[in-house]
C-alpha cells in the first residue's frame, strides 16, 4: 500500500458565475519512504495541491489516502488532528516564532506529539547543536530552514511537506538544505514531498509529478536519482 | 485636491466601524463632564428661583433679649435706604411639654401678621389660615417633625405665672392649615436656634389675632423678636433680589447682603444679631454638596482625558498601520508628510468635534435632569430650572480634540519616519529577545513553555503592553473608585448624606459604565492588533496542528496576563483615587468600602475581557492558512 494515494482529486473554486478547477483530476501514489518532487509553472495548481495533502484544505472531489485513511472526508477537528500528527511541514520563509529559541521553537511543535523526538536530538541532527538557544534573528536563512526541517521531523510525521524550501535560500545554502531533507527522509524512512518551480530538482527525486493547468501532465520514476551534490541548476 | 479628499472620504467609510467607536467614547467623555459641570448651577438656579418666589428674607434681624427689638429700632433699621421690604413677626424656640406623657418637644412658635407677609410668603399647602382663636397652622412634614392633618388637636401644658404661682395649664390647640416655609426646605430636620445639636419636632405658626387673648393679657405685648429685610440689590436701588435672576449662591448677592448687614451692625442697636442664608441650614447644606459635585466635575475631566487619549492612540494607530501601503504610495507619488498627516489629523478632529457636539447636547440636559430629583429625598426640591453651563463641558471637549490632535499627529509621523520602500510591506515581525524575567532563573524554570513565549511575546510588543496595562489599569481604577463611593455614601450615619447617596448612584454608575467601556475598547483594538500583526504567526500554528483553542489561547494567555498586571495596578491606583475623593469631599473613608468590591472590580473587568476575546475569537479562527505559506520579505 502506497503511503499516499491521490486518486482524481479536483479542486475548484466557484468566481462568480464561473468555476475554476484548480486541480482537474490528479492522480498519483507515492510510497514510503519515497522522494516525491511536485514540479510545475506558477498558477499550475502546486499550491492547491500542497493545501490539500497538508490537510489545510478539502478536495471538491476525489480521494486522498494516507496510510489507508481518506484525508478527503475528515472533518476540521480531524483535519486538525491529521496536520498535528501525520504531516511535517517545511515552510519556503521557515515561518518560525521569532521570539523563541530555536530549541524552543522545535518544542513548539513536539509539546502536542504523541511519537515525537527529543528537540535537542532533532536540532544535533540537522547540525544546529551549538545554536539551539538562538534566536531566529540570529540565525541564517539556511540555519533558520534547518530549524524548520527539525521541527517538522521532531514531530515523527509519516510525510514531510515542503514548499519551496529552496525558495528564499542562495544556491550553496539551497543545495544543503535538500541534502538535509534527502538524508533525514532517508536515514527516518519517511515519504517527502517537494513542492517547486525548479526543475533541476527533478533529478534528485525517486519520484517526480509533473503539474500543469491543474493536471498531471506526466509520472516518472527515476530508478537511480543524481545525488544533490552533483546537480546543478 | 479632489482626489485626495475622495481618499479621506474612502478610508473614513473603510474605518467606519472604528471611527463610530472612538466617536462614541468620546461622546460619553464629554457628556459626562459637561453633565457634571453643569449641575451645581441647575442646583442653584432651581433653589434661587423658590428663593425668589417665596421672597425670603436677605436678613433676619434677631432679638437676643426677651424684651424684644423696640419700635425705634424697628423704625430706624426699616428706613435704612438699602431695606426695600420688611416684616415683623415674633418666634421662639423652646421646649413643651406634652400633657401625661411628660414629654418634652422642641418646638418653635411663630406669632405672624394676620396676613400673607410680604417677606418669606408662607405657602398653604392644605387646610386654612387660622380665623378662630386657639387655631394653629403648622410646617410641613419632615424627618423630625411631628406628622399633623388639618383638624388634629394638640394638647401642651404651657407654664403660666398666675398669681406668683408656676402652673401648667393645659390647651387644646387645633390646626387649621399646613403651611410650607421657603426658608425651611431640609427634610432630615431643622436645628434649634438656641441649641443647634436639637432638631425642631413642631414648628407652629400662629396669627397675631388668633393667638389667646388671655395670653396675651398675662405676656402684655408680644413682643417683636425677628425683623425680616429684603434688601436693595444696589445702594439707592427700589429692586430686591426677589426681582432679580441672580442665583442666591453668587458672591454678588453674598457681597451685598453682607454690606447691608455690616451696615446694620454698625448702628450700635444693642441685643441683636444679623443672620443671612450662610446661616439657614437648608441653604448651607444644599451649598455643601455643589461645592462636592463641582470637585467632582474637576477630577473626573482629567481621566477622561487620558482615556480618549488612549483610545484615539490605539485607534489611530491602527488606522495608520493598516493603511501602511496607502502611505508609502502617496509618499512615493511626492505628497507631503503634512498632507498625510492631515488627513489622519481631519479624521480625528471630525470624531472628536462630532463627540463634543453630541456629548454637550446629550450630556447638558440629561445628567442634571436624572440627578437632581435625587435631591429630593434631602430637601423639598423645587421645580429643576434649566441652565445651560457648558464651561466645564467645552474645556473638556477642547481639552479631547487637543489630545486627540496631537496624539494623531505623533502616530502619523513616526510610520511617516519610515522609508516608502519599507513602508510598502507590512510591518515585519519584531524579532524575539530574552526578557528580563529569564535572568530570574528559578522562576523562568518553573514556568511552563506556553508561559514563556506568552511573556516574552508580551516584551516583545512594549507599546502594545504600556497601553493595555495604561488602559486596564485606568478602567479598574475607575470601577473601584464608581462602586467604593457607593458604598463609602452608603456606610454614611444620619439621614444628611441622603443626597449624596442619591447622587452617588448615577455618577457611579455612568463611571464604572465609562470605565468598562474603556477597557472593552482598548483591549479590543490592541488585541485586534496584535492579531493582525501576527496572522503569519497564527497561520503557522494551525499548520503545525494547533487546534482551536490552543491557537486561541495563544493569544488569550497574552492578554489576559497584561490586562492583569493593569488590573493589580489598577487597584492600587482605585484605592488611591477614592482616598483622594474621600478625603477631599470630606466623607467617609476607605475603609467603608466593602471587601467583596475589591475582589468584584477584578470580576467585572475579567469578565468584560473575556466578552472582548470572545468577540475576536472569529478573527482568530478566520485567519487564512495559506497566509502561512506567503513571503514576508
Known amino acids: ?233 | 485636491m479632489k482626489a485626495y479628499f475622495k481618499n479621506v472620504l474612502r478610508s473614513m467609510r473603510g474605518n467606519v466601524g472604528k471611527l463610530i467607536s472612538l466617536t462614541l467614547i468620546a461622546t460619553v467623555g464629554v457628556a459626562f463632564v459637561a453633565g457634571l459641570g453643569t449641575l451645581s448651577p441647575t442646583i442653584e438656579a432651581s433653589y434661587s428661583e423658590a428663593y425668589r418666589q417665596g421672597h425670603v428674607p436677605d436678613i433676619i434681624v434677631k432679638a437676643t433679649d426677651l424684651a424684644g427689638l423696640s419700635d425705634g429700632d424697628i423704625e430706624a433699621i426699616t428706613s435704612l435706604p438699602d431695606v426695600v421690604l420688611s416684616s415683623a413677626l415674633t418666634s421662639v424656640d423652646m421646649p413643651i411639654t406634652l400633657p401625661r406623657t411628660e414629654q418634652e418637644i422642641n418646638t418653635r412658635i411663630y406669632v405672624v401678621p394676620d396676613e400673607i407677609p410680604e417677606v418669606n410668603v408662607l405657602t398653604l399647602e392644605d387646610g386654612s389660615w387660622p380665623d378662630e382663636a386657639m387655631e394653629i397652622m403648622v410646617e410641613r412634614h419632615n424627618e423630625t417633625l411631628t406628622a399633623h392633618s388639618v383638624g388634629d388637636e394638640i394638647n401642651v401644658d404651657i407654664p403660666l405665672d398666675i398669681f406668683g404661682e408656676t402652673l401648667d395649664i393645659t390647651f387644646t390647640l387645633t390646626v387649621s392649615g399646613i403651611v410650607a416655609n421657603p426658608m425651611i426646605l431640609l427634610k432630615t430636620g431643622e436645628p434649634m436656634l438656641t441649641d443647634p445639636a436639637k432638631t425642631l419636632n413642631d414648628i407652629i405658626y400662629v396669627t397675631r389675632s388668633s393667638f389667646p387673648s388671655f395670653i396675651q393679657s398675662l405676656y402684655g405685648v408680644i413682643p417683636i423678636t425677628d425683623l425680616y429685610l429684603q434688601v436693595s440689590t444696589a445702594p439707592g436701588a427700589s429692586t430686591t433680589y426677589s426681582d432679580l435672576t441672580l442665583s442666591y449662591y453668587s458672591p454678588e448677592y453674598l457681597d451685598r447682603v453682607n454690606e447691608v448687614k455690616e451696615a446694620i451692625e454698625a448702628m450700635g442697636i444693642e441685643d441683636i444679631q444679623c443672620l443671612t442664608l450662610e446661616q439657614n441650614a437648608s441653604y448651607m447644606t444644599l451649598g455643601g454638596y455643589c461645592d462636592k459635585v463641582d470637585v467632582i466635575a474637576l477630577i473626573f475631566p482629567l481621566f477622561f482625558i487620558l482615556v480618549v487619549a488612549l483610545v484615539v492612540l490605539t485607534t489611530m494607530a491602527r488606522t495608520v498601520d493598516e493603511e501602511r501601503p496607502q502611505i508609502a504610495c502617496m509618499k512615493s507619488l511626492g505628497v507631503g508628510n503634512s498632507r498625510i498627516v492631515m488627513k489622519y489629523v481631519f479624521m480625528a478632529v471630525l470624531c472628536t468635534l462630532l463627540a463634543s457636539g453630541i456629548g454637550l447636547g446629550i450630556g447638558l440636559p440629561v445628567l442634571p435632569s436624572v440627578i437632581y430629583p435625587a435631591f429630593s429625598t434631602l430637601l423639598y426640591s423645587p421645580e429643576m430650572q434649566w441652565v445651560l453651563s457648558p464651561t466645564a463641558g467645552i474645556i473638556a471637549a477642547l481639552g479631547i480634540i487637543l489630545v486627540a490632535v496631537g496624539v494623531t499627529v505623533y502616530v502619523t509621523l513616526k510610520q511617516l519616519h519610515e522609508r516608502p520602500a519599507s513602508l510598502l510591506l507590512p510591518k515585519a515581525p519584531k524579532a524575539g529577545h530574552k526578557t528580563w524575567i529569564e535572568r530570574v532563573g528559578f522562576l523562568w524554570k518553573r514556568l511552563s513553555f506556553r508561559y514563556k513565549s506568552s511573556l516574552r511575546n508580551i516584551f516583545r510588543y512594549k507599546t502594545h503592553l504600556v497601553m493595555t496595562v495604561v488602559s486596564v489599569a485606568g478602567s479598574t481604577a475607575l470601577v473601584f473608585a464608581g462602586l467604593g463611593l457607593v458604598d463609602v455614601a452608603n456606610a454614611l450615619e444620619g439621614g444628611n448624606y441622603s443626597t449624596l447617596k442619591g447622587t452617588m448612584g448615577p455618577i457611579a454608575t455612568v463611571v464604572v459604565c465609562f470605565a468598562l467601556l474603556l477597557s472593552i475598547f482598548v483591549v479590543y483594538n490592541l488585541t485586534n492588533m496584535n492579531i493582525g500583526e501576527r496572522q503569519r504567526e497564527l497561520a503557522t500554528l494551525k499548520v503545525l496542528g494547533y487546534r482551536d483553542w490552543e491557537v486561541t489561547t495563544y493569544i488569550y494567555r497574552e492578554v489576559l496576563m497584561m490586562a492583569l498586571m493593569g488590573m493589580v495596578l489598577g487597584l492600587g491606583l482605585g484605592v488611591l483615587l477614592l482616598w483622594f475623593l474621600t478625603y477631599y469631599l470630606e466623607f467617609g473613608s476607605l475603609g467603608d468600602v466593602m471587601w467583596w468590591n475589591y475582589i468584584g472590580t477584578l470580576l467585572l473587568e475579567i469578565a468584560f475581557i473575556l466578552v472582548v476575546d470572545l468577540l475576536l475569537s472569529r478573527k482568530i479562527l478566520k485567519t487564512d492558512m495559506t497566509t502561512s505559506l506567503k513571503s514576508v520579505e
Open chain 1, 1 to 233: 500500500m502506497p503511503a499516499i494515494s491521490a486518486q482524481h482529486i479536483i479542486r475548484s473554486f466557484q468566481n462568480g458565475q464561473s468555476e475554476i478547477r484548480a486541480l482537474d483530476d490528479i492522480s498519483f501514489d507515492v510510497e514510503n519512504g519515497e522522494f516525491t518532487v511536485v514540479l510545475g509553472p506558477s498558477g499550475a495548481g502546486k499550491t492547491t495541491l500542497l493545501n490539500i495533502i497538508g490537510g489545510m484544505d478539502s478536495p471538491t472531489s476525489g480521494h486522498l489516502l494516507v496510510n489507508g485513511t481518506d484525508v478527503a472526508t475528515l472533518g476540521k477537528r480531524e483535519l486538525t488532528d491529521y496536520r498535528r500528527n501525520h504531516v511535517g511541514f517545511v515552510f519556503q520563509f521557515y515561518n518560525l516564532m521569532a521570539n523563541l529559541t530555536a530549541r524552543e521553537n522545535v518544542e513548539l511543535a513536539v509539546e502536542m506529539c504523541k511519537d515525537a523526538y527529543s528537540p535537542e536530538e532533532m536540532l544535533r541532527k540537522v547540525g544546529l547543536g551549538d545554536r539551539m538557544d538562538n534566536f531566529p534573528a540570529q540565525l541564517s536563512g539556511g540555519e533558520q530552514q534547518r530549524v524548520s526541517i527539525a521541527r517538522a521531523l521532531a514531530k515523527n510525521p509519516s510525510i514531510l511537506l515542503c514548499d519551496e524550501p529552496t525558495g528564499a535560500l542562495d544556491y550553496q545554502t539551497g543545495k544543503s538544505v535538500l541534502k538535509l531533507l534527502h538524508d533525514m527522509c532517508r536515514e527516518n524512512k519517511k515519504s517527502v514531498i517537494i513542492v517547486t518551480h525548479n526543475a533541476a530538482l527533478k533529478d534528485m527525486a525517486d519520484k517526480v509529478v509533473h503539474i500543469k493547468n491543474g493536471k498531471a501532465e506526466s509520472i516518472e520514476t527515476n530508478e537511480h536519482p543524481i545525488p544533490i551534490e552533483e546537480i546543478e541548476w
